[in-house]
C-alpha cells in the first residue's frame, strides 16, 4: 500500500520508519533496545513493533529478540509479546518452542486470570508441534474450579480443532463435559465450540437442553446469540410442528372456566387429536421471550427467528414490535433486519401490518434501505391500505433518487397485479408517467405497463397506441424493446400502427441495441404472419438487415425466422405451424417479491441474506412426523433424587445476598412448576399410601425484599391436613425482615377473592425484628380452581399486593386404598367439595399406556391430565 | 467467527489491520473496494460482501469502513453488532474515534482489540471491564508515563469478569457520590406539502452518568410507565421486576452507560413542536426560481426551540442560490447542492425566514419534485412524550447520593415534504 508515507505524517514513536531505506537499520536498532536491560527500551521497541504489525507490516526477523522477552515482570511488555507471539508464532514455530514453557508454568499459577490468558496464548500460537501440550492443557483446563478458565478451555477447544482436526474425538469428549457445566460464563463459549467441532452431535444436547434455556437470560448476549441459534435448530429435529392445527390448545386456558360441562367433555375428547406443545418447546419459546428486550440487535434478531420457525403462528407476531424497533438503529442494522422483516411480510403479512408506517421512506436514508422498505411496503399491501400506499408512492416516484424511483414503479406494478381493485387505478397512473421527463422512469414505466398489459389485454389499445407514439422519443433499449414486443404481440388489436411501427424501425435498424433489433425482428415476423399483404416486403428487408449484423445473436434469430416464416422448398413441416408458434398465448408473467424464495434459508443467517449457501451453513431439519422420545431430555435419576434429599425437608430458603440474578431464578422455579408439582402430586400419594416419607416442598416467593421495601415473604404449601377447617389448603408463610429496622404489626388486609374462596387470615405478627424470620400458616379455600387468591400483605405503615396461585396437585388430597388397587392406579378427592378423582393407567403392549382421569371436576381433570402425561411419560 | 479486521480510511487506505486466527492477506480488501466503486457513495456500500473464499462484513461509522473477515457463516447482526461496540468502545477510550486517533494510539487500540475478541469471538465487551484492563490513555497519564516509564496496561488484574454484575468494577470510590440520568426524546416524523403529519413517533432513551461508591443497587421509578411501549435495556436492568411493577431496578456499571432505550407508538398523538412554511416554486421557462421558508413554533409546553438546523438536498439543476436569512447563517454548496441553514432559537414574535432566488440551470427543464428539508431542534428541559421519573431510590450502600434528571427533546429524522 502507499500510504505508508501518509499514515506517519504526524510526529509520533514511529517516526524513524518513514522511509524504507535504513529500515534495515531501524530494525537492528530494535534488536538493541529489546536486548537492553531497561524495560522502558523494551516498552518502546515492542510499541514500535506492534506499531508495525498493525501497518501489515513485516516484523519476523526480530522474532528471537522479541520472543526472549516472554517472561518478562513487567506486564504490558508480557502482553505486547503475546500479541506478537500470536501473530509470528506460526512462521517461526521452532523458535516460538522456546516460549512454551513459560506458558505451561504459567498454567498452574494459583491466580485464574493467569492460568486463563496463559491457556489463552498457547492455544493462539498454532504450532503443530505442541499439540499433545494444548490437548492436555484444556483437558485439565476444563475440570479447573474457576469458570473463566473453564470457558478458556471451551475457546481453546476450536482453536486446536482448526489446527489438528484429528484431535475431534478427544475434543467432543471435552466439549460434552464443559456443556454439563451450570456457569453461566461457560454456556456461550462451549455451545460456540460444539457449533464449531461437532454440530451434528445432537445427542450431547438432549440433556442439558433445560439447563440451557433456564441458564439463557443470564449468559452473555454474544453466548445468548449462539445459544439460541443451536437451540432453534436442536428443537426442529426434537418438537413436532406446532403449525399442523391452527388452533392450539394451551397448557391453561382461562376459557376453560367458563365453559359448559358437556363442552369441556367434548374438548378433552378432542385433546387427543389436537396438538399439544411439549412442555420443553414451551419451556425454550417462555426463556427467550425476555430476550426480545434486549440492547443487542443481534440477540433480538436470533429470538426473532426462533420465535419464526419454532413458536405456533399466532405467537409469532410478538417479535414484529422488538424488530421494528431495530430500524432506529444503524445503517448496517437496518439492512439486515429490513432483509429479514422482506422474507417475513411474503409469508405472514399479518405479522408488519400495524407498523406499515415504520417503512415509509425517507428522502435522506441509502438507496439500498429504501429499497428494501419499499419492497416490504409491496409485500404488505392489500385492499385496505393501497389507497394510503400509492399516494405514498407517488411522493416516491418523483424522489431525485432515479434508481429509486424506478423502483417505486415496480412496486406498483406489483401492487397492480395483486390487488385486481386497483389495477386500473395503477395502469392509469403508470400511463401518466409515461409523459415524465426523466427518462429511467419512462422506460421503466414502459416495462412495468406490458407486463400488466399481458395480464389483461382485452381493452387496452389506447395505451398501446400511446405507447407506439412514445418510440420516437424514448431511447432506453429495454423499453423501446417492450413497446415493439407489446406492438407485435397484439398488432391484430392495433392493424395500422403496427406495420408504420415496423417501417419506422426498419429505418433506424442498423443503429438500435441488439436487444431492440430482436424485438424488431420479431415484430415483423409477426406481422408477415398475420398481415403479409402490406409487410412482406418490410420484413425481408429487415431479415437481410439482420443477416448481415454483427452479433451472432441477431444473424441466429433471422435464419431461423426466415426459414420458419418464409415457405421454401426446404422448409420443413414446422413453417406450417409458424403462426401457432410465434402468436402463441402466453402466461402473464408473475410480477413476485425477490425475497419469495429465501425463505428456506434460516432467517437471520448469513446465507438468508446472500441467498445462497454460505460455508458452514447448517441445514434447519424439517419438523418430525413424530417426536422422538422426549425423555431423553429427563436428567438422571440419581443425580436428581440427589436433589431431591437436598430440598428435603427444608422449609425455608434464604436468598443468597450476592445473586444479583435472583429474577431468573425465580423463574426457573416457575418453568418446572408444572412437571414438578404433578411429580410432588405423585410422591404426595406415596406418602400417605405406602407411608413412605419422601417429603419435598417447594418454596415460592410472595414478596421479593425488594418490592418489600425490605420485607420478604415466601411461601410454600404445607400438605398437612386443613387444620382450619376441612375445605382449606394450608399455606405456610415465611417472613423475613432483611432491613435494619424492625417491622412491626404484620397482618393480612384486603382480600380481593374469586366468589366462593375464602381465607383464613394469620395472627398478625407484632415486631420483627431485623434479620429475623417467623413462619405462620394460613388456610385458604381455594374452591377447587386454580384462580390466584390476592390480598395485601400490611406492615404498621405500608401494605404490599401480593397473590397465592396453586399448582392443581395442592388441591388434592389422598384417598386410602388397598395395594393391589394402587399398583396401577392414583385415587384423590378434591379438597373443597371433597369430588373423589381417580386416575388409572393402563398398561398396554408394546409399553403404551392409557392415562384415563375420572372425576365429576372437568377443569381439575383436564389440567391435572395435561400434567400428568408428561411426568408419566418420562418414567 | 471474526478472522480478521480491516480498518480503512475515505481515500482508499488500509491503516490498520489485526487478526485474530491465521493472517489473511489484505489483498481480501480489494473485493471491497470494487463494491465501494460501485455504490458510488460511502452509504450505499453493502454491509455484507461475498467473495471467493470469505465474507467481508462492514460497517461505516466516523468516514472509516471496519472490515471484519468471515469465513463460514455466522449471523450477519452478531458481526455488525460487535463491529459497532468496537467504534463505541474507541470513541469511549479517546472521546473521538478518527483515523488520528486511532493511529496515535495504535498500542492501545491493539491492545484493546487483542482482548475483545479471543478466536473470533467477543470475549471482553463491557466497556468497565476493559478499561480496569488496558487504562485508557489521558494526557495527565502518557505525561506520567513518559516521566516514570510506568505503563497503561493495569497492573491489577480486573475481578468484574468473574464477578455476577460483570459489568461493573469492582472497589469503585467516590468522594462525592452522583447519579445523573437524561431522558433524551427524539421525534422521528415524516410531515407531508400541507403540514399533516403522515408518520411521527418517538424514540427515547435515558443515558446514565452514575459514579457511586462501592455496590448500590438503584431503583428507578416513572410516573406514567404504560406510555413505555416498547423498550430495551442494558443488561443490568432486572427484567423481572419491570415485568410486574413497571421499575427499574439495576446496579449500575461505573460511569457512562445507556440504561434503557424505550419507544413511544404512533398511536399516541404525538406532538410537533414545530411547523415549517414553505414556498419553493421552479417556473418552467425561466432560469430563476423562489425559495421561502419560515420556521416557527407549533406545541412547544411553553419552551424554547433551540439549535434549529435546517438542510436540504437541492435538485441537481439549481446552480446557486441567493437567499437572506432573517436570522443565523446559511451555506449553500453548488457542488453537493446542499443547503444548510443554521437558525439557532426561534423567537416567537420575529419567526425566523429565510428568503431569495435560486438560479436554475438554463435549458433544463424544471425538476419534478421540489426538495425536502431536513429539520433539527433541541427543547431543554421537556420530554415530549410526557414521560416523568418518578423517584431514584439507593439500597445496599448508606451514604446519600446527589441525583439529577435532565429531560431534553431533538429532532430525530425530522423530514418536510415540500
Known amino acids: 500500500m502507499s500510504s505508508e508515507a501518509s499514515i506517519y505524517n504526524r510526529p509520533s514513536v514511529l517516526d524513524c520508519f518513514r522511509s524504507s531505506g535504513n529500515s534495515w537499520f531501524q530494525k537492528r536498532n530494535l534488536k538493541q533496545m529489546l536486548e537492553s536491560s531497561k524495560d522502558s527500551a523494551k516498552l518502546d521497541a515492542m510499541k514500535r513493533i506492534v506499531g508495525m504489525i498493525a501497518k501489515g507490516k513485516n516484523a519476523s526477523e526480530l522474532f528471537p529478540a522479541v520472543v526472549k522477552n516472554v517472561a518478562s515482570k513487567n506486564i504490558e511488555i508480557k502482553k505486547l509479546v503475546y500479541v506478537y507471539l500470536m501473530r509470528y508464532a506460526e512462521e517461526q514455530q521452532d523458535l516460538a518452542l522456546l516460549s512454551i514453557s513459560t506458558f505451561q508454568r504459567a498454567l498452574k499459577d494459583p491466580n485464574q486470570l493467569i492460568r486463563a490468558s496463559a491457556l489463552r496464548v498457547l492455544s493462539s500460537i498454532r504450532v503443530p508441534i505442541i499439540v499433545p501440550i494444548m490437548m492436555l492443557a484444556i483437558k485439565e483446563a476444563s475440570s479447573d474450579l474457576s469458570p473463566y478458565v473453564r470457558k478458556n478451555a471451551a475457546h481453546a477447544i476450536q482453536k486446536l480443532y482448526s489446527l489438528d482436526p484429528e484431535q475431534k474425538e478427544m475434543l467432543i469428549e471435552v466439549i460434552e463435559k464443559l456443556l454439563k457445566d451450570r456457569s453461566t460464563l461457560v454456556a456461550g463459549s462451549v455451545v460456540m465450540a460444539f457449533e464449531e467441532v461437532c454440530p451434528d452431535r445432537i445427542d450431547l444436547i438432549h440433556k442439558n437442553y433445560r439447563k440451557l434455556c433456564n441458564l439463557l437470560v443470564d449468559v452473555e448476549e454474544w453466548g445468548q446469540v449462539v445459544i439460541i441459534h443451536m437451540l432453534t435448530r436442536y428443537a426442529r429435529t426434537q418438537f413436532v410442528s406446532p403449525w399442523k392445527d391452527d388452533e392450539v390448545v394451551e397448557e391453561y386456558s382461562e376459557n376453560n372456566f367458563y365453559e359448559s360441562d358437556e363442552e369441556q367433555k367434548e374438548k378433552d375428547r378432542k385433546v387427543k387429536n389436537i396438538y399439544t406443545m411439549d412442555p420443553d418447546h414451551r419451556l425454550l419459546l417462555r426463556n427467550t421471550k425476555p430476550l426480545l428486550q434486549s440492547r443487542n440487535a443481534a440477540v433480538v434478531m436470533a429470538v426473532a427467528q426462533l420465535y419464526w420457525h419454532l413458536a405456533p403462528k399466532s405467537e409469532a407476531s410478538i417479535v414484529s414490535k422488538s424488530l421494528v424497533r431495530l430500524l432506529h438503529s444503524n445503517r448496517e442494522v437496518q439492512y439486515i433486519v429490513l432483509q429479514n422483516i422482506a422474507t417475513m411480510s411474503i409469508q405472514r403479512k399479518g405479522m408488519f401490518e400495524p407498523y406499515l408506517k415504520s417503512f415509509y421512506v425517507r428522502s435522506t436514508d441509502p438507496t439500498m434501505i429504501k429499497t428494501l422498505k419499499l419492497e416490504i411496503l409491496t409485500n404488505l399491501a392489500n385492499e385496505a391500505n393501497i389507497s394510503t400506499l400509492l399516494r405514498e408512492f407517488q411522493t416516491y416516484v418523483k424522489s431525485q433518487d432515479k434508481q429509486f424511483a424506478a423502483a417505486t414503479i415496480q412496486a406498483i406494478g406489483r401492487c397492480a397485479t395483486n390487488i385486481t381493485e386497483v389495477t386500473d387505478t395503477c395502469l392509469n397512473g403508470l400511463v401518466c408517467l409515461l409523459s415524465n421527463r426523466d427518462e429511467i422512469v419512462v422506460a421503466e414505466s414502459v416495462v412495468v405497463i406490458k407486463k400488466l398489459l399481458q395480464t389483461q389485454p382485452a381493452h387496452h389499445g389506447e395505451i398501446i397506441k400511446h405507447m407506439a407514439k412514445l418510440l420516437?422519443?424514448?431511447?432506453?433499449?429495454?423499453?423501446?424493446?417492450?413497446?415493439?414486443?407489446?406492438?407485435?404481440?397484439?398488432?391484430?388489436?392495433?392493424?395500422?400502427?403496427?406495420?408504420?411501427?415496423?417501417?419506422?424501425?426498419?429505418?433506424?435498424?442498423?443503429?438500435?441495441?441488439?436487444?431492440?433489433?430482436?424485438?424488431?425482428?420479431?415484430?415483423?415476423?409477426?406481422?408477415?404472419?398475420?398481415?403479409?399483404?402490406?409487410?412482406?416486403?418490410?420484413?425481408?428487408?429487415?431479415?437481410?438487415?439482420?443477416?448481415?449484423?454483427?452479433?451472432?445473436?441477431?444473424?441466429?434469430?433471422?435464419?431461423?425466422?426466415?426459414?420458419?416464416?418464409?415457405?421454401?422448398?426446404?422448409?420443413?413441416?414446422?413453417?406450417?405451424?409458424?403462426?401457432?408458434?410465434?402468436?402463441?398465448?402466453?402466461?402473464?408473467?408473475?410480477?413476485?417479491?425477490?425475497?419469495?424464495?429465501?425463505?428456506?434459508?434460516?432467517?437471520?443467517?448469513?446465507?438468508?441474506?446472500?441467498?445462497?449457501?454460505?460455508?458452514?451453513?447448517?441445514?434447519?431439519?424439517?419438523?418430525?412426523?413424530?417426536?422422538?422420545?422426549?425423555?431423553?431430555?429427563?436428567?438422571?435419576?440419581?443425580?436428581?433424587?440427589?436433589?431431591?434429599?437436598?430440598?428435603?425437608?427444608?422449609?425455608?430458603?434464604?436468598?443468597?445476598?450476592?445473586?444479583?440474578?435472583?429474577?431468573?431464578?425465580?423463574?426457573?422455579?416457575?418453568?418446572?412448576?408444572?412437571s414438578s408439582s404433578s411429580r410432588c402430586l405423585e410422591s404426595n400419594l406415596h406418602l400417605h399410601c405406602l407411608e413412605n416419607c419422601i417429603f419435598r416442598t417447594k418454596t415460592h416467593e410472595l414478596l421479593h425484599r425488594m418490592s418489600g421495601k425490605g420485607l420478604a415473604a415466601h411461601y410454600h404449601f404445607s400438605r398437612q391436613p386443613g387444620i382450619f377447617g376441612d375445605h382449606m389448603v394450608s399455606v405456610q408463610v415465611t417472613v423475613t425482615n432483611t432491613t435494619d429496622q424492625k417491622i412491626e404489626n404484620i397482618h393480612i388486609k384486603e382480600k380481593k377473592l374469586p366468589p366462593g374462596m375464602r381465607v383464613h387470615e394469620f395472627n398478625p405478627i407484632e415486631c420483627l425484628e431485623p434479620a429475623e424470620s417467623i413462619t405462620v400458616s394460613m388456610g385458604i379455600d381455594f374452591c377447587d380452581s386454580t384462580q390466584m387468591a390476592s390480598f395485601q400483605l400490611c406492615t404498621k405503615d405500608d401494605h404490599f399486593n401480593v397473590n397465592i396461585q396453586p399448582p392443581v396437585g395442592e388441591l388434592l388430597l389422598p384417598v386410602t386404598m388397598s395395594e393391589k388397587d394402587f399398583k396401577k392406579e392414583f385415587a384423590a378427592k378434591t379438597v373443597h367439595s371433597g369430588s373423589l378423582m381417580l386416575v388409572t393407567v393402563e398398561l398396554k403392549e408394546s409399553s403404551t399406556a392409557q392415562l384415563v382421569i375420572n372425576t365429576e371436576k372437568t377443569v381439575i381433570g383436564s389440567v391435572l391430565l395435561r400434567e400428568l402425561k408428561p411426568v408419566l411419560s418420562q418414567g | 467467527?471474526?478472522?480478521?479486521?480491516?480498518?480503512?480510511?475515505?481515500?482508499?487506505?488500509?491503516?490498520?489491520?489485526?487478526?485474530?486466527?491465521?493472517?489473511?492477506?489484505?489483498?481480501?480488501?480489494?473485493?471491497?473496494?470494487?463494491?465501494?466503486?460501485?455504490?458510488?457513495?460511502?452509504?450505499?456500500?453493502?454491509?455484507?460482501?461475498?467473495?471467493?473464499?470469505?465474507?467481508?462484513?462492514?460497517?461505516?461509522?466516523?468516514?472509516?469502513?471496519?472490515?471484519?473477515?468471515?469465513?463460514?457463516?455466522?449471523?450477519?447482526?452478531?458481526?455488525?453488532?460487535?463491529?459497532?461496540?468496537?467504534?463505541?468502545?474507541?470513541?469511549?477510550?479517546?472521546?473521538?474515534?478518527?483515523?488520528?486517533?486511532?493511529?496515535?494510539?495504535?498500542?492501545?487500540?491493539?491492545?484493546?482489540?487483542?482482548?475483545?475478541?479471543?478466536?473470533?469471538?467477543?470475549?471482553?465487551?463491557?466497556?468497565?471491564?476493559?478499561?480496569?484492563?488496558?487504562?485508557?490513555?489521558?494526557?495527565?497519564?502518557?505525561?506520567?508515563?513518559?516521566?516514570?516509564?510506568?505503563?497503561n496496561v493495569g497492573d491489577q488484574l480486573p475481578t468484574g469478569q468473574l464477578s455476577v454484575v460483570p459489568w461493573r468494577r469492582t472497589g469503585v470510590k467516590y468522594t462525592?457520590?452522583?447519579?445523573?440520568?437524561?431522558?433524551?426524546?427524539?421525534?422521528?416524523?415524516?410531515?407531508?406539502?400541507?403540514?399533516?403529519?403522515?408518520?411521527?413517533?418517538?424514540?427515547?432513551?435515558?443515558?446514565?452518568?452514575?459514579?457511586?461508591?462501592?455496590?448500590?443497587?438503584?431503583?428507578?421509578?416513572?410516573?406514567?410507565?404504560?406510555?413505555?411501549?416498547?423498550?430495551?435495556?442494558?443488561?443490568?436492568?432486572?427484567?423481572?421486576?419491570?415485568?410486574?411493577?413497571?421499575?427499574?431496578?439495576?446496579?449500575?456499571?461505573?460511569?457512562?452507560?445507556?440504561?434503557?432505550?424505550?419507544?413511544?407508538?404512533?398511536?399516541?398523538?404525538?406532538?410537533?413542536?414545530?411547523?415549517?412554511?414553505?414556498?419553493?416554486?421552479?417556473?418552467?421557462?425561466?432560469?430563476?426560481?423562489?425559495?421561502?421558508?419560515?420556521?416557527?413554533?407549533?406545541?412547544?409546553?411553553?419552551?424554547?426551540?433551540?439549535?434549529?438546523?435546517?438542510?436540504?438536498?437541492?435538485?441537481?439543476?439549481?446552480?446557486?442560490?441567493?437567499?437572506?436569512?432573517?436570522?443565523?447563517?446559511?451555506?449553500?454548496?453548488?457542488?453537493?447542492?446542499?443547503?444548510?441553514?443554521?437558525?439557532?432559537?426561534?423567537?416567537?414574535?420575529?419567526?425566523?425566514?429565510?428568503?431569495?432566488?435560486?438560479?436554475?440551470?438554463?435549458?433544463?427543464?424544471?425538476?419534478?419534485?421540489?426538495?425536502?428539508?431536513?429539520?433539527?431542534?433541541?427543547?431543554?428541559?421537556?420530554?415530549?412524550?410526557?414521560?416523568?421519573?418518578n423517584r431514584l431510590d439507593m439500597y445496599g450502600e448508606k451514604y446519600k447520593p446527589f441525583k439529577g434528571i435532565k429531560y431534553m427533546t431533538k429532532a430525530g429524522k425530522f423530514q418536510v415534504r415540500t
Not at chain 1, 598 to 625: I, V
Not at chain 2, 343 to 365: F, R, W
Open chain 2, 176 to 389: 462525592n457520590n452522583e447519579a445523573y440520568f437524561d431522558v433524551i426524546e427524539e421525534i422521528d416524523a415524516i410531515i407531508d406539502k400541507s403540514g399533516s403529519t403522515i408518520t411521527a413517533e418517538i424514540q427515547g432513551v435515558i443515558d446514565a452518568c452514575v459514579k457511586l461508591t462501592g455496590m448500590p443497587d438503584l431503583t428507578l421509578s416513572f410516573m406514567n410507565p404504560r406510555l413505555l411501549d416498547d423498550v430495551s435495556f442494558h443488561p443490568c436492568v432486572r427484567f423481572k421486576r419491570w415485568e410486574s411493577e413497571r421499575i427499574l431496578s439495576f446496579i449500575p456499571p461505573d460511569g457512562n452507560f445507556r440504561l434503557l432505550s424505550y419507544h413511544v407508538s404512533a398511536q399516541n398523538l404525538v406532538a410537533i413542536p414545530v411547523y415549517v412554511k414553505h414556498n419553493i416554486s421552479f417556473r418552467d421557462s425561466s432560469s430563476l426560481g423562489r425559495f421561502e421558508i419560515t420556521v416557527g413554533p407549533k406545541q412547544t409546553m411553553g419552551k424554547t426551540v433551540e439549535g434549529v438546523m435546517v438542510t436540504s438536498q437541492m435538485p441537481k439543476g439549481v446552480l446557486n442560490m441567493t437567499l437572506t436569512p432573517s436570522q443565523g447563517t446559511h451555506i449553500f454548496d453548488p457542488v453537493t447542492k446542499l443547503l444548510s441553514w443554521d437558525v439557532g432559537k426561534i423567537n416567537p414574535q420575529k419567526l425566523p425566514s429565510l428568503k431569495g432566488s435560486m438560479t436554475l440551470q438554463a435549458g433544463t427543464s424544471k425538476p419534478d419534485e421540489n426538495p425536502t428539508i431536513n429539520l433539527q431542534f433541541k427543547i431543554q428541559q421537556l420530554a415530549i412524550s410526557g414521560l416523568k421519573v
Open chain 1, 472 to 674: 420516437d422519443n424514448i431511447t432506453v433499449p429495454v423499453a423501446r424493446a417492450s413497446i415493439l414486443w407489446l406492438i407485435g404481440e397484439y398488432c391484430e388489436r392495433v392493424p395500422k400502427i403496427a406495420p408504420d411501427v415496423l417501417r419506422k424501425t426498419a429505418k433506424s435498424f442498423t443503429t438500435e441495441d441488439d436487444l431492440v433489433k430482436l424485438q424488431i425482428l420479431n415484430l415483423g415476423a409477426k406481422l408477415y404472419l398475420t398481415n403479409s399483404k402490406q409487410t412482406k416486403l418490410l420484413t425481408q428487408y429487415v431479415l437481410n438487415l439482420g443477416k448481415y449484423d454483427q452479433s451472432y445473436d441477431i444473424r441466429d434469430r433471422t435464419r431461423f425466422i426466415r426459414q420458419l416464416i418464409v415457405p421454401n422448398e426446404k422448409s420443413g413441416a414446422l413453417s406450417k405451424y409458424a403462426k401457432k408458434i410465434f402468436l402463441a398465448q402466453k402466461p402473464a408473467p408473475l410480477l413476485e417479491s425477490p425475497f419469495k424464495d429465501r425463505d428456506h434459508f434460516q432467517l437471520g443467517t448469513l446465507s438468508h441474506t446472500l441467498n445462497s449457501r454460505a460455508t458452514g451453513y447448517l441445514e434447519l431439519s424439517n419438523w418430525p412426523e413424530v417426536a422422538p422420545d422426549p425423555s431423553v431430555r429427563n436428567v438422571d435419576v440419581a443425580e436428581s433424587t440427589k436433589e431431591w434429599t437436598g430440598i428435603l425437608g427444608m422449609t425455608k430458603k434464604e436468598k443468597p445476598t450476592e445473586k444479583f440474578y435472583s429474577e431468573s431464578e425465580e423463574e426457573e422455579d416457575e418453568s418446572t412448576n408444572t
Open chain 2, 1 to 151: 467467527m471474526i478472522h480478521s479486521l480491516f480498518l480503512i480510511n475515505a481515500s482508499g487506505d488500509i491503516f490498520l489491520e489485526k487478526h485474530w486466527k491465521s493472517v489473511v492477506s489484505r489483498s481480501v480488501c480489494d473485493y471491497f473496494f470494487e463494491a465501494q466503486e460501485r455504490a458510488s457513495e460511502a452509504e450505499n456500500v453493502p454491509p455484507v460482501i461475498p467473495t471467493p473464499h470469505h465474507y467481508l462484513l462492514s460497517v461505516y461509522r466516523h468516514k472509516i469502513f471496519f472490515v471484519a473477515v468471515i469465513q463460514s457463516e455466522v449471523p450477519p447482526l452478531f458481526v455488525i453488532e460487535f463491529l459497532h461496540r468496537v467504534v463505541d468502545t474507541f470513541q469511549d477510550y479517546f472521546g473521538v474515534c478518527s483515523e488520528v486517533m486511532i493511529k496515535d494510539n495504535v498500542v492501545v487500540v491493539y491492545e484493546v482489540l487483542e482482548e475483545m475478541l479471543d478466536n473470533g469471538f467477543p470475549l471482553a465487551t463491557e466497556s468497565n471491564i476493559l478499561k480496569e484492563l488496558i487504562k485508557p490513555p489521558t494526557i495527565l497519564r502518557t505525561v506520567v508515563n513518559t516521566i516514570t516509564g510506568s505503563t
